[in-house]
């Protein structure tokens, strides 16, 4: 018998919700909005087939493009940049929380240059977010001689999966693992977790950059730092001695698949019960559901990884079938 397979949508139940896919028969959570005859979802809150109903069977307002005001823009190395901007409080509120993204993009350009861009610190009293840019494509080097404004859309929140899991822990054991760009998102996540009196151990690798750049938004008194190359053998065997020798409630991996792969791989064979939380590496375009392309197969569904929150246990296992 297949598993079920259960995901949610991470705008359910948001002022998002319901979106364009109500219209098209394609909502994520809603069977009725799926155009079925009755109702078979797994949703806690608000009815979104009533919601839909007393907006008139329409989508409610999407997300908007707006010009945010660059404060400050720290060049590091030849590769990265950390832009400080400014944005309304209400805005910096709701990317507080981990796997928090937003659109980035010249203003003067088209919205095909529209890049995902993890938060990796919101200030929400002042009205501040940060991002970090690794400035590797065409997209990318668009933003270098940006100084005054820059093109924002947002806020995006699926930029992690495994949510649940991250957000339910509580005075618990964590290891964090990030390379390169990803040490941007594990931020957001370090700081949520020791908001939840969680014992945090972070293997810090700066991948292709000259430097550890998230040195300024670390509190490493109340943290277990590591800095580690991990892919060459002596980072390996860090983290394999690391999940070995201790007990991890969770772990969080930040980088590449393959890096997801390898850290699981670990994980089944040294702790099994290890809760896992990785970085959504899926090709993310319009972040709306609309255009396909960040889709991935799970079990005997397909889901748009833009929108869906999904136990990771589920792609792993399918994987190793
Ligand atoms: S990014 Fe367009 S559908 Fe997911």
Not at 118 to 123: A, E, L, P
Not at 271 to 297: A, D, F, H, P, Q
Request: net charge neutral; charged share 25%; with cysteine.
């Amino acid at each position: 018998m297949t598993k079920k397979i259960i995901y949610e949508c991470i705008d359910a139940g948001s002022e998002y919700c319901p979106c364009y896919l109500a219209e098209t028969n394609d909502c994520i959570t809603c069977s009725h909005l799926q155009g079925k005859e009755f109702c078979d979802c797994n949703w806690r809150g608000v009815c979104i087939y009533q919601e839909y109903f007393w907006n008139g069977k329409k989508a409610k307002i999407a997300r908007k493009n707006f010009i945010g005001k660059i404060l400050d823009k720290k060049i590091i190395g030849d590769n990265l940049i950390i832009f400080e901007i400014e944005v309304a409080k209400s805005f910096a509120r709701n990317l507080k929380q981990p796997g928090s993204y937003i659109f980035i993009r010249d203003a003067d350009k088209p919205e095909y240059f529209d890049i995902p861009m993890s938060i990796m610190y919101s200030d929400e009293n002042k009205g501040r977010i940060h991002v970090a840019v690794q400035i590797i494509g065409t997209k990318t080097k668009s933003l270098v001689n940006l100084e005054d404004e820059i093109m924002v859309r947002g806020p995006y929140w699926n930029g992690v999966l495994g949510l649940k899991e991250l957000k339910t822990l509580k005075n618990s054991n964590a290891l964090l693992i990030a390379r390169g760009v990803a040490l941007a998102p594990a931020v957001h996540i370090l700081n949520y977790l020791i908001r939840n009196n969680n014992r945090i151990t972070f293997i810090m690798d700066k991948g292709k950059f000259s430097e550890i750049f998230i040195g300024d938004y670390l509190d490493e008194s109340k943290i277990i730092t590591i800095e580690a190359d991990i892919l060459n053998q002596k980072g390996k065997l860090i983290v394999q001695e690391l999940i070995r020798n201790n007990h991890y409630d969770l772990c969080f991996s930040g980088g590449s698949d393959p890096q997801h792969k390898e850290i699981n791989n670990l994980l089944r064979e040294f702790s099994l019960n290890t809760k896992y939380v990785i970085t959504n590496n899926k090709e993310i375009c319009c972040g709306e559901g609309i255009c396909g392309s960040c889709t991935m197969r799970v079990g005997d569904k397909i889901i748009k990884a833009c929108k869906s929150q999904i136990n990771t246990s589920y792609i792993f296992e399918k994987e190793a079938e």
